[in-house]
C-alpha cells in the first residue's frame, strides 16, 4: 500500500507559477511511476505528466509541455509538479497517483491516488 498526501495548491494569478507536491508513505515512492492528473467542474480526470522511477525520464500531455516540470526525490518520497506560466484553463483539482507501467497517460496505470489539491488561476 502507498499513501499520498499533495500540497501546494491554491489561488494564483494568470501567468504565475506554483509547485505541487506529492509526498508518498507505505512502500517506497520509487518503486513506482509517478503521475500528475487534473479534473476540473464537468471534466472528466486528464493525464498532465509522469515520471519515471529514477526520474530520468517524463511525460507531459500537449497542453502543459513547456510550461510545467514533473521531478522527484526518491530519498525523501516526494514527487513534484512545477507549473509555470498558468492559465485559467489550468484551474482544476490536481491528484497524483502511483503506479506500476510506463508510460502510462490513463487511469487505469495507476493503482494508488491522493486526495488532491485545488489550484484556480485567475485570469
Known amino acids: 500500500q502507498v499513501q499520498l498526501v499533495e500540497s501546494g495548491g491554491g489561488l494564483v494569478q494568470a501567468g504565475g507559477s506554483l509547485r505541487l507536491s506529492c509526498a508518498a508513505s507505505g512502500r517506497r515512492a520509487s518503486n513506482y511511476v509517478m503521475g500528475w492528473f487534473r479534473q476540473a467542474p464537468g471534466k472528466e480526470r486528464e493525464f498532465v505528466a509522469a515520471?519515471?522511477?529514477?526520474?530520468?525520464?517524463?511525460n507531459y500531455a500537449d497542453s502543459v509541455k513547456g510550461r510545467f516540470t514533473s521531478s522527484r526525490d526518491n530519498a525523501k518520497n516526494t514527487v513534484y509538479l512545477q507549473m509555470n506560466s498558468l492559465k485559467p484553463e489550468d484551474t482544476a483539482v490536481y491528484y497524483c497517483?502511483?503506479?506500476?507501467?510506463?508510460?502510462?497517460?490513463?487511469?487505469?496505470?495507476?493503482?494508488?491516488w491522493g486526495q488532491g489539491t485545488q489550484v484556480t488561476v485567475s485570469s
Open positions: 497517483a502511483a503506479g506500476s507501467t510506463w508510460p502510462s497517460t490513463t487511469l487505469y496505470g495507476y493503482n494508488y
Open positions: 515520471i519515471n522511477w529514477r526520474g530520468g525520464i517524463t
